[in-house]
């Protein structure tokens, strides 16, 4: 059996669990709007024609910011279209999913549906085919309070209080060159530095996030945080970045250590952004915003590409299996390791399309694999992050070589509770864990959950939607260490308390 150890002290904090790490993402893209969280005439719709049952989900899921209206979207999209009387709103072509967008929501149902779910709205300009002028348009809309013309037409179309939207990306993956309007570093950080300096003219305290890179594999991954950064420094809040995982050639050992890539570019990108900073001789921080990350079978979409025009069609609908929820897992202890840096982060994206939640037209919802790392995690994880030493047998990838099986981090909070969340990437052997518990006084396990099936391939479906549930890991706190026995594929979640 192979082993490892774990060391860990409520001295060694990293950071604060910040709840914006427990973002979501709804793109105007395939059926996560139309079908996924708006269906009118749904056996579950409200008044406003959004589905209880995926309104439900999304709160057991522990959502706390949804980044809107996309993505790719955003960057042909005219935010008017989608505000005033539905059956006067136009119908357009989405280039970005060669679709037909009918702007049956728009801003304001989106606002309304975010208040039902209790989460914060992010809101994306788009930088892509527009500018300063449409970027203030939609702020003054969503935001003024009143006795203008936009803040006059929200509240005549039925929202008298301001949407009250703090948080704003400046545009879309602008370094890719499939983003309509795509543009270089030097053309998007000019434009992205004025339209937050007139965005700032008219509500100073907004945060703002610039458009960092799509992936870490981009040939301008570096240079271009680099030269944005340089021209929006003293503008913006955060830099955003955006990273999916497949298995590439059914490489499933380098896709279990996908999150290498993700320390690596969080890490890159904070040194970047601390580089320029140093130049400017600023005192300022930026911090990251992770705002799009998750599994995505790209290459299955890239190779049957939508051809035909049609209104919400089903597009990027991955089903999860277990190995893709470890990775989500772990993906997810990446993000809480980085939390003195990453501000924000996004799973793309919420409902249908390539989400945790999958809706069917007039039928049920129900939870993917992935949804239970991440309800778990935002569930339990709570006061600051703790700084984990792992010592670990390695595995051998051919993306990243020799990473460790193990990977963790802790949380602990002011009342003695301490959360470990572990992960175990070896592909066939069972690794048994000790966590020598002495720098946490006396404490016990009050619950311990861990996501993992003899059959790595399993999946949830409207047929069998609790297939794959977390189920109790095999815990022990023996002589102050705490044992556990973690599968191979296994991703795991262990809260302790003070004892009595
Ligand atoms: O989330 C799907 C797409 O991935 C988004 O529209 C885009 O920003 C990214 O490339």
Known sequence: MLTASLALSPDHVVGPVRRRLFGSFVEHLGRCVRTGIHEPGHPTADEDGFRGDVLELTRELGVSVVRYPGGNFVSGYRWEDGVGPVASRPTRRDLAWRSIEDNAVGLDEFARWAR???????????????????????????????????????????????????????????????QTGHKTAHEYGRLAAETARALRQAEPDLELVACGSSNSAMPTFGAWEDTVLALTYDQVDHISLHAYYEPLDGDVASFLASAVDMDYFIERVAATADAVGARLKSDKRITLSFDEWNVWYLSRFQADPPTEWRVAPPLLEDVYDVTDAVVVGSLLISLLRHSDRVAVACQAQLVNVIAPIRAEPGGPAW?????????????????????????????????????????????????GGTVLFVVNRHLSEPVELTVPLAALGEVEVVEAWGLHDEDTTATNSAAEPDRVTPTPSSTAVVDGVLRATLPPVSWHVIRLARRG
Request: contains cysteine.
């Open 367 to 415: 939870r993917q694999t992935t949804f239970h790392p991440f309800a778990l995690t935002s569930r339990l994880a709570a006061g600051d992050v703790l700084r984990v030493a792992v010592d670990s047998p390695t595995v051998p990838t051919a993306r990243y070589g020799d990473v460790p099986a193990v990977d963790a981090v802790a949380t602990h909070s002011a009342d």
């Open 116 to 178: 039902k779910a209790d989460v914060e709205v992010m809101y994306a300009v788009n930088l892509g085919t527009r500018g300063v002028a449409e970027a203030l348009d939609v702020h003054e809309y969503a935001n003024h309070e009143g006795g203008t013309h936009l803040s006059e037409l929200r509240r005549a179309n039925g929202s008298p209080e301001p949407h009250g939207v703090r948080l704003w990306c400046l545009g879309n993956e602008m370094d890719g060159p499939w």
